[in-house]
């Protein structure tokens, strides 16, 4: 997990450290004289990542369950250090749009993420711990990404005596950053190849040359060199193997301390020939990895998967709205005000600002996550705090944009009320529907194409979610409702609390259903 994790924080940093600068960006892009518009291409921008996401995603989720999960991630995180690179270098809105757009499809980590976890946690009652890690290192991305971004983005305006004008600083003021995000993503690369294990339950034990260099590496030093000794095939898989035997009961393909992966003895035994041949070869039998199309989407698949997909329209379209909410400077002209709909301000912020509102959210985050959300899961479960936030969720809002017509000394503390509001939800509702869909596949061997279609769906409504918004949001700005986009964004929430009351309780499946398919886990386990 904490491999994973390493892999995993390359990717906010990246994609969140664009949003303190993509305002500034767009202007210095003189794409549009009218500042009402720049939201719309801002919008762009953040979309141009996930529709290109969304059209890879099926493919990158059914490709890990045939290869792996371990070359799927690396191959994910190499397409986005290519993406933040050519998006520093962007002379243009095109370039910058094809930037982003490569990012995403070269980029299908987040379904194959959650498999990932899946398939190292198991225990329920470990499920509300393990599934906050990777929010809590999203969090920790979401603190240096803005912060560097804000930070690093036109150097030559914000440390003039470090980066002079007429340099490549001032041809490419936004290659700084991105230039960063590049480094810390090829440290992920690095990472991931030498020391992330492979967790596919037919693939875990194939050779990986990566793995064995990062072992050797590890072995030239004192403290490391316990994580490299072989151990005991029965010992390390003994929680696999108590369910399945009696305590006086000895496997014989289990009398090995030979851990290498060419002699693995889960590797020979895949070839028993009392193990069912559908069970060992699942790629042939059956269309999904050994599970037909309509065994594997069930109707809690579904739902999971529709509710994810709501969940991400609302929640990106409050993350990409915010920024340029933040930027935008109150109307010349004077508006006529018309209580309670009819308002036009904003908050008028430099990006250094904003990305320090962003990265203290994100601190925030991580600190709930580490110390709240488990608690809350562990004690009232992940259905019952999915519904409650889904419910809740339109309230956020539609208050938010009345955040304007606060007095300006208290504008930020609203503000701040706010964004501890948003990230509380946050930081607990996706955990909650991770543990969800887990729980409610059909199988295991499954999770790949189920997450794929998953991180399709939430990369569909986190394209339009931007796009739309920013519509709605220079609409807003010209019409003198500077509120219709977040409006609009509660009615997609309401829409996602009544999905959300329509999902089942995995616990209720029934008991004929459980048993077939945890045998058939049990089969394929016994045979690897």
Known sequence: MLVLAICRICEPIAFMGIFPYVYFMIEDFHVTEDASKISFYAGMVTSAFTFAEFSTGLLWGRLSDKIGRK??????????????????FAPNLTVALLARA????????????????????????????????????????????????????????SYPSLFPPGTIWDKYPYLL??????????????NGFLFLEETHAQKKMQRDRGLELGNWILSKFMGFRKCTEPRDEKTKFSDEIQPLIDHDEQLPTYRTNDNTPVNSPRLRSASVSTIPQDSLDLTQSKDLMGVGISQTFTRPVVLNIISFGILAFHTMTFDQ???????????????????????????????KTVGIILSIQGAYQLLINMFLVPKIIGRFGALRSFRFI??????????????????????????????????????????SNAILTADSAPSRL???????????????????????????????????????AWWSTALVA????????????????????????NAHDRDVEVAE
């Open 390 to 431: 889904a419910v809740a969720y339109f309230l956020l809002y539609l208050v938010t944009p009345y955040l304007v017509l606060l007095p300006p000394g208290y504008r930020m503390i609203g503000l701040a009320v706010v964004l501890a509001w948003k990230c509380t939800f946050q930081t607990i509702v996706y955990p």
């Open 446 to 484: 499954a999770l790949g194409t189920i997450n794929g279609v998953a991180a399709s769906t939430a990369s569909l409504c986190r394209a339009f979610g931007p796009t739309i918004s920013g519509i709605l949001y220079a609409v807003g700005l010209k019409s003198g409702y500077s509120g219709l």
């Open 177 to 190: 950053p991105n230039l960063f995000s590049a480094l810390v993503v090829l440290v992920g690369v690095i």
């Open 321 to 351: 709205l915010l920024p340029v909410f933040l930027a935008t400077a109150p109307p010349k002209d004077k508006v006529e005000m018309s209580l309670p709909l009819k308002f036009v301000d904003g908050f008028n912020l430099d990006s």
């Open 494 to 517: 309401i829409s996602g609390a009544v999905v959300g009351l329509m999902l089942p309780d995995p616990a209720s499946r029934s008991p004929s259903h459980d048993d077939n398919t």
């Open 102 to 157: 490569i990012g995403g499809l070269l980029n299908g980590n987040l379904g194959v993420l959650q498999s990932t976890v899946a398939e190292l946690v198991t225990a329920k009652e470990h499920q509300p711990r393990a599934y906050t890690i990777m929010p809590v290192v999203w969090c920790l991305g979401s603190i240096v990404g803005p912060m560097i971004g804000g930070a690093l983005a036109r150097p030559c305006i």
């Open 71 to 88: 070359p799927v991630l690396l191959t994910g995180l190499a397409g986005t250090a290519l993406s933040v690179l050519v998006f520093g």
